[in-house]
T-cell receptor
Framework: DAGVIQSPRHEVTEMGQEVTLRCKPI?????LFWYRQTMMRGLELLIY????????DSGMPEDRFSAKMPNASFSTLKIQPSEPRDSAVYFC?????????????FGPGTRLLVL | SQQGEEDPQALSIQEGENATMNCSYK?????LQWYRQNSGRGLVHLIL?????REKHSGRLRVTLDTSKKSSSLLITASRAADTASYFC?????????FGTGTRLQVFP
């Protein structure tokens, strides 16, 4: 199994530009999570999907952030326009929801730097 | 913030010693999980303990859970240099994990 795949692994962009992060979950998993990790705020859950449906987006910081999951094998997290304070490592994770004891499998992350 | 707290924030030990990390959480949980993160990598699941369990073992790992105190501990016995990483606890709140702030463990050979 290839595990959770994220792209790009690194992204450097200028303030105001649109950034799109991509994630391919583990085949067969039905839940997908987007996290952001910074030194100051630690690991924050941004949004998660069950069966491709967004369930909780209360962690999405602002309207500049949006996430989609058009099918079971692909999700995007978009930031438009990007700002320097968005610089962080963004992780995607997936799990197989089966009634409470799910463990999450994390991708390698996308390291985003907004100048 | 619902985020849990971990203690200590950083821990340095010699190979062969035991490492103990503590975690406190704020909400009711279905289970508590521990994850490990090597520098520059994603998190990897280590062990899960259910809310009706008090102690669980897996290899060199021992986890305890006290739901009355909303706290958990992770013990790594006979540590190795390869155990150097950050360790995070995460409480399962319905169907999402709430992660703690993490403990950075450094094991010197």
């Amino acid at each position: 199994d290839a595990g959770v795949i994220q792209s790009p692994r690194h992204e450097v962009t200028e303030m105001g530009q649109e950034v799109t992060l991509r994630c391919k979950p583990i085949s067969g998993h039905n839940s997908l999570f987007w996290y952001r990790q910074t030194m100051m705020r630690g690991l924050e859950l941004l949004i998660y999907f069950n069966n491709n449906v967004p369930i909780d987006d209360s962690g999405m910081p602002e309207d500049r952030f949006s996430a989609k999951m058009p099918n079971a094998s692909f999700s995007t997290l978009k930031i438009q326009p990007s700002e320097p304070r968005d610089s962080a490592v963004y992780f995607c994770a997936s799990s197989l929801r089966r009634g409470g004891d799910e463990t999450q499998y994390f991708g390698p992350g996308t390291r985003l730097l907004v100048l | 913030s619902q985020q849990g707290e971990e203690d200590p924030q950083a821990l340095s030990i010699q190979e062969g010693e035991n490492a103990t990390m503590n975690c406190s959480y704020k909400t009711s949980i279905n289970n508590l999980q521990w994850y490990r993160q090597n520098s520059g990598r994603g998190l990897v699941h280590l062990i899960l303990i259910r809310s009706n369990e008090r102690e669980k073992h897996s290899g060199r790992l021992r986890v305890t859970l006290d739901t009355s105190k909303k706290s958990s501990s992770l013990l790594i016995t006979a540590s190795r240099a390869a155990d150097t990483a950050s360790y995070f606890c995460a409480g399962m709140d319905t169907d999402k994990l709430i992660f703690g702030t993490g403990t950075r463990l450094q094991v010197f050979p």
